[in-house]
């Protein structure tokens, strides 16, 4: 049913460039803070609010246009995007991640 | 009532982690009758695993977000004061690729329940493999991890 209506290609597609482009330039739809419970839409630079979480954000970033996208795009034509794009999808989503963690490692 | 969560989310892993495994290594298994203990851990309907992954894989994927800004209140500082920075690293890569596998899920259910069987057999089998090995690498970290610092 849901299969019918909505490109799972295009999804992950477009939630994958989403996600690397998201976490490469770090721009998360929202921050977590998560000492005070608090969202916020800025980055609040206020120690006394603990530390902020950009995860959830660069998630919602990717998923929002990827799910409009795959509700809007036909079926059809979604299932042209070719199988050997799904190879690469996930290795540029990483290395964007690895790029954003780099300093752990230094 | 932070720890019954982490457990919950260790426990639904490792269930994730066997359906995972059992499609991961029968979709590299030719067919020939299955006599070995290997050969018959790999002799499973591998379609037949597909919905019940990504059933899995959401409801842990859940949790572990649940849980995840107690880790950066409890855990990364204490883990970061240890001095064990490449630590932190590597979860945090795990969560870049608890998100990888979460994003590939859709076209990964696709190619198992969508498209014919016969067709587009490298790609099937490059999700599952990926999606195995993504699986393996978190419940790893994520066991290590604990092990280094718990949620209590």
Known sequence: MIARVFSTRVFTLVFGIGYAVAVYVNYPLFRFYPLVMRFSLHDLVDPSLGPAMSWYGWIATAAVPALLVAAFVPKRVGDRIPAAVFWIVPFVMLLAGWYRERDWFQ | ?152
């Not at chain 2, 066997?18 to 499609?23: K, R, Y």
């Not at chain 2, 020939?32 to 409801?59: E, G, M, T």
Request: glycine share 8%; hydrophobic share 55%; net charge positive.
């Open chain 2, 1 to 152: 009532m932070i720890a019954f969560w982490t457990i919950l989310h260790g426990i639904i892993a490792i269930g994730l982690l066997g359906a995972m495994t059992h499609q991961g290594l029968t979709v590299w298994r030719k067919p020939a009758p299955a006599q070995l203990f290997v050969d018959r851990f790999r002799a499973i309907p591998a379609v037949r695993f597909a919905n019940a992954i990504v059933v899995l894989y959401v409801l842990t994927f859940a949790l572990g977000a649940y849980i995840y800004p107690t880790f950066v209140l409890d855990v990364k500082g204490a883990v970061a004061d240890y001095g064990m920075r490449k630590t932190i690293g590597i979860f945090q890569l795990k969560e870049h690729i608890a998100v990888i596998g979460l994003g590939m899920l859709p076209v990964y259910w696709h190619f198992w329940r969508s498209v014919p069987l016969t067709v587009s057999i490298p790609t099937r089998r490059f999700l599952t493999t990926f999606l195995m090995l993504a699986v393996w690498w978190n419940l790893v970290v994520g066991h290590v991890l604990n092990n280094v610092r718990g949620l209590t």
